[in-house]
């Protein structure tokens, strides 16, 4: 016999003021919203999931939690790849992908007014048309949010010559903690006035509030790119590469990397013909436009060949492009073939991009783990990707062990435990390692400033002070 | 007879600390450092100014301030338009000048580390030579700091291209208002560890925190540019200019615009055979390289003739652009023969550049005032400046009257009351009209948490919340 229970009385406010469509608490659907793609990490069960489609609505859903003490943890598509928008046990879970329409684009002014729900894929062909470009493009684009984009800062392949999401965003609409509806930022490219409160919610991971509406910068189209891959024995030889284009002044619109095991995997995968011997593969395009374009590839084509490379090729053809940049795209599914996969997330200083590459094959090595490494060689974000077995406990413990492991090695080459990914809830421990205890304090000091309750996606990049703490308790002892 | 009273116990405190001659509190010596470049905004007769040789320094002034309960006004150059760094009565004035050392400029890492004492300029001078430049160039670059560049977060003529302070600022250090030293952002390109609190502090008009070091972003040294000028007989046709270059996707390192008050300003000034009738002149510049640079600037030129322009000229001459440059750079130096100059600086988007243009015009006209607007067209960012004779009672009301008339056209046309001479003492009012009121509470709510007893540049930006009334009023009664 099933039991059923009177829902809570804040679910049934809820049901009024969004309608019953819009707030779910069957288990078996609420499940399905639990966690993000960051398989590993922890996640909780939501007591509903709510759906709003309209700024009023998030402000309704805010009042009826801050009325009655219930966490919120606010969610996109779910591509995330920290636990940032895991479930928190006794939580609501909002999910803001009803709120999908671009409002407005305007080339006059270069920009786009969107709503959280946008998927990065639909804001980028939605501006096509005018010959815009909004460049942040995480390698989920065709399904993960802006309002995603916007809570992890979400960078991707284009930031070595565009930046990331925080540089894009000139506005936001947010609604606070307790529902009130917080407009900062502007349409103007320029402007002081104030604090520069849209760049502090950019990348806050939805513990400050709740992204309603965003206007965004955007670019003007990029030009049919030039495209160069090249091989190396070693990864000095990489290291040295990216050092000189650094130096020399190039700005490639792309510069990826991925070592032996990437490469490998990818040629088992695509039958592609790589050089399984090579140490690191190197793809970096120019956007700059006909002769500068060739120009440029062909300054980074001679870096290469100074550097060592056994093998470089340069093509303006766009298809040939897209297959050289097929190999780079296809390296996390091509690990996944090898196991379930730990991806991590870590930036250093351009010119310490060797020396990372060679730590992480020291780790892989007295760990006893595969561990391909693919990233963003321009802008020195790298994402080491442990591939194991995770039904196997020891496996498993070398695999978390490693994952600190390359932290610790990022850390100490002066990088940072995050690069795009975000802190979530898989690197609290070590956001506070990384920020220390003056910075926390002031996270800290901030989040009770914005969120005294601690009901904004509690527990998640940094451990809660106490009123968040007791949110949470309360809602555990349930 | 010499009236000496001996000085207040935290005078003493401060000298035993930092040196007698690191504590200044001669009035006569004071009182230069009390105000700032907004030659008509209130000013406060500084109780002591400090001179810190160090970051130590600077914790021990706010350790002896808190303790006492002294407000404290960071200060560097005093280039500000805004009254950002205006004594306040009582307060310490702390001048920032001394700790003026470049630490180190990494060419594999495209940036420097500096102290806040340092000039804008001679960063600039130190990054040449490895081929580097730091882009934001406020028109007081020769002598303004580093260290006031980011607190008002500076623009300059480069934003068009090369965006503002804040686009250029990796790390921070910054002293709190307790004494505690905070480091917040990072060595390398990308990063999302916790809050963006860097770009917190940039623009905060040192109501937050004491900056003492800063990690900025280089880039390549840009290329010898391009320069075009064109006169136009209506702001129509200026506008219709900037906005295809916006939709026509042309990023030119510098695009510049003066109406006809300016330019025949400047003409008395430099003899320099200007079109005084032609209603506004444009001056742009492409730093793209050679043949990039060479179609940018002719692609402009054609726009300036599809818009009619009376007279275009181009020039691949470094020296003649650098003339055609001189008469923009001589604006304000020529608005400044016609009286004493109130500065506005108000961004409009893009597309309403020659609405406000026109509305500047009405304005002038109405308030029987000499209005000459000069402004970086590029991005929308209009320095309106009343020409006038202060020790005219009458004249000096309608020159007010007329400030706040700009302020009301910019907000109006969806512009900002500051694009990048900050708030400070003169647009308070302003801020909190732009803004409104959940902005302004939670400004508020983010000062008292990181400066809960409002001893940090009481007053200025916004209006302060109780307990910083209460330390401005207790030393008011003094």
């Given amino acids: 016999m099933a039991v059923t229970t009177a829902p809570a009385a804040w679910v049934t406010e809820l049901r009024d003021a969004l309608g019953a469509d819009s707030v779910l608490t069957d288990p078996d659907v609420t499940a399905s919203y639990a966690r993000d793609q960051a398989m590993l990490a922890p996640a909780g069960t939501p007591a509903a999931v709510v759906l709003p489609r309209s700024t009023a609505d998030v402000v309704a859903v805010m009042q009826v939690a801050t009325r009655h003490g219930v966490p919120v943890v606010p969610r996109g598509a779910g591509s995330g790849l920290a636990g940032a928008s895991n479930a928190v046990d006794g939580a609501i879970t909002l999910v803001m992908t009803r709120m999908d329409a671009v409002l407005e684009v305007s080339p006059e002014d270069r920009l786009a007014v969107v709503q959280p729900g946008v998927v990065n894929k639909a804001l980028r062909d939605a501006v096509a048309g005018a010959g815009l470009f909004y460049p942040p493009d995480p390698s989920s684009y065709d399904w993960c949010t802006i309002g995603g984009n916007l809570s992890t800062n979400s960078g991707g392949l284009c930031c070595v010559k565009y930046g990331v999401t925080t ?82 002044g190039l700005v490639p619109s792309l510069l990826e990397v991925m070592d032996n095991t990437c490469i490998c995997a990818v040629d088992d995968l695509l039958k592609a013909d790589l050089d399984r011997t090579a140490h690191a593969l190197l793809v970096a395009q120019s956007d700059a436009g006909g002769e500068a374009a060739a120009a440029e590839i062909e300054a980074l084509a001679e870096l290469c060949r100074e550097a060592g490379a056994d093998f470089v090729h340069t093509t303006d053809d766009p298809a040939e492009g897209d297959l050289l940049l097929a190999a780079r795209r296809m390296a996390l599914p091509a690990l996944e073939q090898l196991g379930s996969t730990l991806i991590d997330d870590v930036a250093v200083p351009r010119s310490r991009i060797a020396a990372f590459l060679d730590g992480c094959d020291e780790i892989a090595a007295s760990r006893r783990l595969t561990i391909g490494v693919v990233g963003h060689a321009g802008d020195g974000n790298m994402h080491p990707t442990i591939c194991f077995d995770p039904t196997d406990p020891d496996l498993r413990e070398r695999a978390f062990a490693a994952f600190d492991d390359i932290l610790e090695l990022g850390l100490g080459l002066g990088g940072t435990i995050t690069g795009e990914h975000g802190v979530g809830s898989i690197k609290v421990d070590w956001l506070e390692r990384e920020i220390g205890p003056v910075a926390l304090d002031v996270h800290r000091a901030i989040k009770d400033a914005l969120d005294p309750d601690g009901l904004l996606n509690p527990g998640k990049v940094f451990r809660a002070s106490v009123a968040d703490l007791a949110a949470v308790s309360t809602l555990s002892g349930r």
């Avoid at 894009?168 to 520069?196: C, F, I, Q, S």
């Avoid at 910068?217 to 650094?246: C, I, K, Y």
């Fill in 167 to 248: 540089d894009y965003v000139l506005g936001l609409e947010v609604v606070l903690a307790d529902g009130r509806v917080l407009r900062t930022g502007r349409r103007t490219v320029k402007g002081v006035a104030g604090y520069d409160l849209a760049r502090l919610f950019v990348g806050s991971e939805g513990t400050l509030g709740v992204i309603t509406e965003a206007t965004v910068a955007l670019r003007p189209a990029p030009q049919r790119p030039v495209t160069l891959a090249a091989t190396f024995a070693t990864t000095a030889q990489t290291g040295q590469v990216v050092e000189r284009v650094v130096t020399s």
